[in-house]
């Protein structure tokens, strides 16, 4: 029987392909954006200890108390923002969720949603599941920076909403408080919203990247998604969660409830208490990861590699047109199998990749050992 796909032009993503093949060759696995290291021992033994405690049948709806709560402290803390935990805070399995839960209730048939290329992979199958139409905005390199005319340009009547991500994967790149002034100028005379991916919130080096949560009227009107996988290193348990003014959140919340209903309550007691007992640990996490960067930075200094500038999350981009004059995808083929390095083509990220641009991408969320041992090897092209 014919089955007549929503996503035909869907396949197995580009993460699973190079992990897939960095596994079968040996290679240093550089690609996928997830941690080689454990986290807290002590946030690992909470997580027991909820466990062994009972804490193991359905959580509220919308979070355990005691987790959102904690998230409300979290961005009063980095924010100075109070946001309320009942009616503006929603736990979700991964900020994924977040983000599918967002763009179904937000987004109609016929609606249209401007993003920003290069963009997570999530976005645009999501918005085509909610009938909608993707718009997109060129960030082009080395800068990465929108040209507000033409954001200004795509914007219609039908424009319902705007997904932004900063610190933005892959480029590295974090939005400033001008960016979110233009954006605010642009839309609001209008009735669209914004989806504000912000996963890599607390990984943003010398130039900070501004949140929505800091800008007093975009937040009105907008959905800000977060993730513990990224702030706590435990990408598998996939716990994030999504701060929105309570009319949107009570739209958010009718997905929600249908598509999980609530997320692994031990890992939701364990992340609440890490919380309260180490409030420091979020704002220890952008030293801790650009002593990271530095490292791989400074081990491909004299490559033939061009470094770009990373402002922000845990990924490093690399110009290689010095080196070879394959497309990105086989360059990255190349590099698993002579090289022993598996990186990510940054052309994946766009719909229409600009011409010429030969960009990888190497996530630095990894043991300084293997980060050096890598670079030595690039280094050697
Ligand atoms: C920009 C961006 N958004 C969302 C996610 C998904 O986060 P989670 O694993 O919490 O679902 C990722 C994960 O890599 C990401 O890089």
Redesign the pocket.
């Known amino acids: 029987m014919n089955i007549a796909s929503k996503l035909p032009n869907v396949g197995t993503t580009i993460f699973t392909k190079m992990s897939a093949l960095a596994a079968e060759k040996g290679a240093i696995n550089l690609s996928q954006?997830?941690p080689d290291f454990p986290a807290d021992t002590r946030l690992l033994e909470r997580a027991s200890q909820a466990l062994l405690q009972g804490n193991n049948q359905y959580s509220p709806m919308t979070g355990l108390p005691i987790l959102r709560d904690a998230i409300g402290d979290l961005i009063a803390r980095h924010y100075d923002r109070k946001v309320d935990p009942v009616n503006e805070i929603t736990v979700t399995?991964?900020?994924?969720?977040?983000?599918f839960d967002a763009i179904s209730s937000l987004v109609h048939p016929g609606d249209e949603v401007l993003l920003f290329d290069p963009a997570?992979d999530?976005y645009e199958p999501a918005v085509q599941l909610a009938g909608g139409v993707c718009k997109r905005v060129v960030l082009k390199a080395p800068a990465f920076r929108p040209d507000w005319t033409e954001v200004d340009t795509l914007v219609s009547d039908k424009t319902r909403l705007v997904l932004i991500?900063t610190p933005?994967?892959p480029t590295g790149t974090c939005w400033q408080n001008e960016d979110l002034e233009q954006l605010w100028q642009i839309i609001s005379t209008r009735d669209i919203h914004v989806l504000s991916?912000e996963?890599?919130e607390f990984i943003h080096f010398q130039t900070k990247s501004v949140s929505v949560h800091q800008h007093e009227l975009l937040r009105e009107r907008s959905v800000i998604?977060?993730?513990?996988?990224?702030s706590f290193h435990l990408?598998g348990w996939?716990?994030?969660y999504v701060v929105a003014p309570s009319a949107l959140t009570r739209e958010l919340r009718k997905v929600h409830q249908f598509v999980t209903f609530c997320t692994a309550t031990p890992f939701q007691q364990a992340i609440a208490e890490h919380l309260n007992e180490v409030p420091e640990a979020s704002a220890e996490l952008a030293g801790f990861y650009q002593q990271k960067r530095d490292v791989l930075r400074q081990a491909l200094e004299g490559s033939r590699f061009t470094l770009l500038p990373c402002e922000g999350?845990y990924f490093q981009l690399l110009d290689y047109s010095a080196i070879s004059d394959l497309d990105d995808v086989a360059f990255c083929e190349h590099l698993i199998e002579q090289v022993g390095v598996a990186a990510i083509p940054v052309s994946v990220f766009y719909q229409n990749p600009p011409t010429g641009q030969k960009l990888i991408r190497l996530c630095f969320a990894k043991d300084e050992s293997t980060l050096i041992v890598a670079a030595q090897q690039l280094a050697q092209l």
């Open positions: 954006g997830f399995s991964g900020a994924s969720e977040a983000i997570y999530l991500n933005h994967n991916d996963v890599y998604v977060s993730s513990f996988g990224k990408t996939k716990v994030g999350t």
